[in-house]
């Protein structure tokens, strides 16, 4: 599963080798995040967050939402618990920031039970006790969640601007400002492994020339290779932390992709 601004997409791949692209599933409007567990899709959207039923597989039906003000909205799922970071100011149209857990204990009714104030988030993950907040410029958050109504910060690692983080079973791995950290886990804490320079943002050489069209924000900037003209680099307004396609251009007459990620 996989999603657009507005649509589940949904892929057969019980057939590695033959990967079908199935009938989409529309969901709203503004979707940003999906998250699975068990049964059921988590959608982070910045309108809310919306619980999809996936019993059959190829048909996800929807079951409940959670409703907020506007606001950029990404979710993750624990047990009977969901954590939410909505992030204010500027497009995301909310005014204040911070990390709301929502009980799941009725999936049919999720229900606002705690929130805590942050500066400016981005993505979050969790794994076994320990909550991982990226808080943008404020850096990288550690929370201890076995009490959700009494959060415990373990940690703060403050001299680094944070976006995304995935913990997977032996190491968290974390994107910042065009970096990307690898941490091991230790008992109330965690310690930094590896960092590497990202090369997009090494060869993006300009500011923005042109704010807004369409929803979609335009970068230009010389590419090293001489043979490549002109490289272009573009994402949804709503997503401008992180890339979303890298398109190089060999001549405007015959644009066509050769990287995306």
């Given at each position: 599963y996989a999603v657009d601004s507005h649509n589940i997409n949904i892929f057969d791949i019980s057939d590695l080798d033959n990967p079908q692209d199935l009938e989409d599933v529309y969901a709203g409007f503004d979707i940003e995040t999906i998250f699975n567990q068990g049964n059921y899709l988590f959608l982070g959207s910045m309108r809310g967050m919306y619980i999809y039923d996936i019993t059959s597989p190829a048909a996800p039906t929807l079951v409940s939402e959670f409703q907020h003000g506007t606001a950029c909205d990404p979710v993750v799922v624990d047990g009977d618990y969901a954590y939410v970071t909505l992030r204010g100011g500027n497009w995301c149209g909310a005014t204040e920031s911070g990390l709301f857990i929502v009980d799941l204990s009725n999936i049919e009714s999720p229900e606002l039970v705690e929130s805590y104030p942050l500066d400016g988030p981005y993505g979050l993950g969790v794994k076994d006790e320990k909550l991982f907040v990226c808080d943008g410029?404020?850096?990288?958050?550690?929370?201890?969640?076995?009490?959700?109504?009494?959060?415990?910060?373990?940690?703060?690692?403050?001299?680094?601007?944070?976006?995304?983080?995935?913990?997977?079973?032996?190491?968290?791995?974390?994107?910042?400002?065009?970096v990307l950290y690898q941490y091991e886990y230790l008992d109330n804490n965690i310690k930094l492994l590896s960092q590497i320079g990202l090369n997009w943002k090494n060869i993006l050489k300009e500011e923005p020339k042109y704010p807004v069209f369409s929803g979609i924000f335009f970068w230009y900037g010389l590419h090293k290779n001489p043979k490549i003209e002109k490289l272009i680099y573009f994402c949804y307004h709503k997503t401008l932390c992180m890339p979303k396609n890298l398109v190089i251009v060999e001549s405007p007459a015959k644009a066509k992709t050769i990287e995306r990620f």
């Amino acid at each position: 599963y996989a999603v657009d601004s507005h649509n589940i997409n949904i892929f057969d791949i019980s057939d590695l080798d033959n990967p079908q692209d199935l009938e989409d599933v529309y969901a709203g409007f503004d979707i940003e995040t999906i998250f699975n567990q068990g049964n059921y899709l988590f959608l982070g959207s910045m309108r809310g967050m919306y619980i999809y039923d996936i019993t059959s597989p190829a048909a996800p039906t929807l079951v409940s939402e959670f409703q907020h003000g506007t606001a950029c909205d990404p979710v993750v799922v624990d047990g009977d618990y969901a954590y939410v970071t909505l992030r204010g100011g500027n497009w995301c149209g909310a005014t204040e920031s911070g990390l709301f857990i929502v009980d799941l204990s009725n999936i049919e009714s999720p229900e606002l039970v705690e929130s805590y104030p942050l500066d400016g988030p981005y993505g979050l993950g969790v794994k076994d006790e320990k909550l991982f907040v990226c808080d943008g410029s404020s850096g990288l958050k550690v929370y201890d969640k076995t009490d959700i109504h009494d959060l415990q910060e373990l940690n703060h690692f403050d001299d680094i601007v944070t976006f995304d983080v995935i913990p997977l079973d032996s190491h968290l791995i974390m994107v910042g400002d065009g970096v990307l950290y690898q941490y091991e886990y230790l008992d109330n804490n965690i310690k930094l492994l590896s960092q590497i320079g990202l090369n997009w943002k090494n060869i993006l050489k300009e500011e923005p020339k042109y704010p807004v069209f369409s929803g979609i924000f335009f970068w230009y900037g010389l590419h090293k290779n001489p043979k490549i003209e002109k490289l272009i680099y573009f994402c949804y307004h709503k997503t401008l932390c992180m890339p979303k396609n890298l398109v190089i251009v060999e001549s405007p007459a015959k644009a066509k992709t050769i990287e995306r990620f």
